[in-house]
Structures are given as structure tokens and as C-alpha cells.
């Protein structure tokens, strides 16, 4: 089992936080890697944004003596896989993750005994246990690529991400064995709302990470991981679209294609279902936190982290 360091930080925060966190960044040669779902603030302060792969990439990379990761636990645990002697700080160890907590370690080592002909790919967005259960990690810009690699008599599971799968198994032709877990914001998008969209946006395109479920994905001209979309939006002759992913990709969207429009997807209720409850828990001010006081820091066992490196190894050889 993981374990974290659970005191939360306390201390004054300076006037000017983007400058004080500079000056840490050299202080203690600190990298500050962020997701593209993470507030504009923290994208803006970020060394490197990018999706699941290209943030493995980079934690893998780095020179750094201190990794301080704006995203959530499992992203942070990867960074700690990747890096055992570095200091991997997550400025919020309630950020969580939806789908790797719809796949329970004491369930899944059941599911996988009882199929032991099967591989197992999984879906990085998966705790540490669940990693160092499988043979292969992949992420939603390498998945189809990895289990095409995959020799077409070997049976596999795939986990947790049922609505990756679905979408993998439609792009490969293949049969695999789906772990029925699901991401709470990428299942929240309304089919209708979105027609209704295109309905009042007759020129807006849609575009949809394969997270979402097959209901919202029929009606998007483009299907991709976060990177893959933000790349779309840059080369496509359309000037609006319709944005079927977490909104904070909207803030890269925006920077890199000011010129365009963009539209969030909206979820069925009249919420904000389709932001993501623990990417927002993180802050500048926590952020700035973690740093000054080096926590709260992802730490894990040998053991578990050993098992987990080998299909992160595997996925990193299989994405070249």
C-alpha cells in the first residue's frame, strides 16, 4: 500500500504568488508539472502542461530534485514511480480521481485471478495497486496503439475506464474483458444538450475524449486524449467547437487558437458536473504551500512501487 504525508501545510501567503513560487522553483530546483484540467492560474505557472502521456514523459525526463505535480493522486504516484529519489509534492492529497477509485485493488486482484489467461492493460488512470497488477499502462492517446501491438490469440482485460474500452475495442476490431469503472465528469455530458448545441451552432464542430460514453462520442467529428484535441482545434478550418472534456483544456484551447470559439459541453443537470471536483481542489495558494513547506509529500512501498514501474516501462517502449 501507498502512504501519504497527511499534515496540511499552513503558512503566510506572499502578495505576489507567482514570484514567490519562482523563487522556490530555484530554491529547491523544483518542476511544476500540471495537467490541462488544472485552473488557468496553475497552467500559467506550470513548467509543462500536458495530458496522462506527455506528463509521464516528462516526469521521467526531468532533471529536477523536486517534481511538485498539479493534478491528482494517481498522476503524482506515477511522477513517484518514475523518480523513487526525488521529492514529488501534491499540493492537495484530496485530489483524487473518480475512475481509479471505481477500481478497488482488493476487487480487481479477484476479477484478475479469476481470468488468469488474460494480459492486462490499464488505463494509467489508476492507483499504484492497480498498476503493479497489470502487464501494460496505456493512456487515451497511446491506448489503441498499444493493444494493437498485442498479439490477436491473447485474451485482455482492460481496466478501469469501460468507456476507453468500448472505444478501443471499435477502433481495433478486438474483444477485451472491461472493468466496469467510469469517470463521474466524462459521463455527466448530455447527449441532448449537446444536439441541442449543434442545433443553435450549425458550424461548431464537436469533439470528444473517449472517456466520454458512446452517446455523446456519435455525434463528435473528432475523438481524442486532451493533447489530441487541443492539437485538433489548432489545425481545423472551423472556428468553433463544441468541447466534450473537462473545460480547463478551454484555457490552452483559447492561448494557442485565440481566433476560434469554444463551447464546454454541459452536463444533463444545471451544474458544474462537468468541471472536475478533485483537478479544483488544487490551488495557486496550496501550490505555493507545498513547495515552502516540501508537503504534502506521495511516498509508497518498494515493493508496489517496483511492480508498477515495469508496465509504466512497458508503455513508455510501446509509444515511441
Keep these: ?61 526531468t532533471n529536477a530534485d523536486v517534481i511538485v505535480f498539479a493534478g491528482v493522486h494517481f498522476m503524482a504516484e506515477t511522477a513517484k514511480i518514475l523518480n523513487p529519489d526525488k521529492l514529488v509534492l501534491l ?92 469517470c463521474i465528469v466524462h459521463e ?30 456519435r455525434h463528435a467529428s473528432y475523438i481524442g486524449s486532451t493533447a489530441a484535441l487541443l492539437n485538433y482545434c489548432q489545425k481545423s478550418h472551423s472556428h468553433e467547437f463544441i468541447v466534450a472534456t473537462e473545460p480547463g483544456i478551454i484555457h490552452q484551447m483559447q492561448k494557442l487558437a485565440p481566433g476560434k470559439h469554444f463551447i464546454p459541453a454541459p452536463p444533463e443537470n444545471n451544474c458544474n458536473c462537468n468541471e472536475c471536483p478533485f483537478m479544483r481542489l488544487n490551488t495557486l495558494e496550496k501550490l505555493y504551500l507545498a513547495m515552502k513547506n516540501r508537503t504534502p509529500e506521495i511516498t509508497m512501498s518498494e515493493d508496489i512501487r517496483l511492480a508498477a514501474l515495469k508496465p509504466m516501462q512497458r508503455m513508455l517502449e510501446m509509444s515511441v
Design 1 to 61: 500500500m501507498f502512504t501519504t504525508t497527511l499534515a496540511r501545510p499552513q503558512g503566510k501567503i506572499p502578495l505576489d504568488l507567482f514570484a514567490a513560487i519562482e523563487d522556490l522553483k530555484t530554491e529547491l530546483n523544483a518542476v511544476i508539472l500540471a495537467h490541462y484540467y488544472q485552473e488557468p492560474d496553475i497552467q500559467d505557472i506550470a513548467d509543462f502542461i500536458g495530458d496522462s502521456l506527455q506528463l509521464a514523459r516528462a516526469a521521467a525526463q
Design 91 to 182: 499540493p492537495d492529497l484530496n485530489a483524487g480521481c473518480s475512475l481509479a477509485d471505481s477500481c478497488p485493488p482488493d476487487q480487481f486482484a479477484a476479477f484478475k485471478a479469476a481470468h488468469p489467461d488474460h494480459l492486462v492493460i490499464s488505463y494509467i488512470n489508476c492507483s499504484a495497486e492497480i498498476k503493479a497488477m497489470s502487464d501494460i499502462i496505456c493512456t487515451s492517446s497511446n491506448a489503441v496503439k498499444i493493444v494493437q501491438q498485442i498479439p490477436k490469440e491473447q485474451p485482455i482485460i482492460f481496466a478501469p475506464d469501460r468507456n476507453l474500452g468500448r472505444y478501443v475495442m471499435q477502433q481495433t476490431g478486438r474483444d477485451m474483458l472491461l472493468w466496469q469503472g467510469s
Design 188 to 217: 455527466t455530458f448530455s447527449e441532448r444538450k449537446i444536439v441541442e448545441l449543434k442545433t443553435t451552432h450549425p458550424e461548431a464542430e464537436a469533439i470528444a475524449h473517449p472517456e466520454c460514453e458512446t452517446s455523446v462520442l
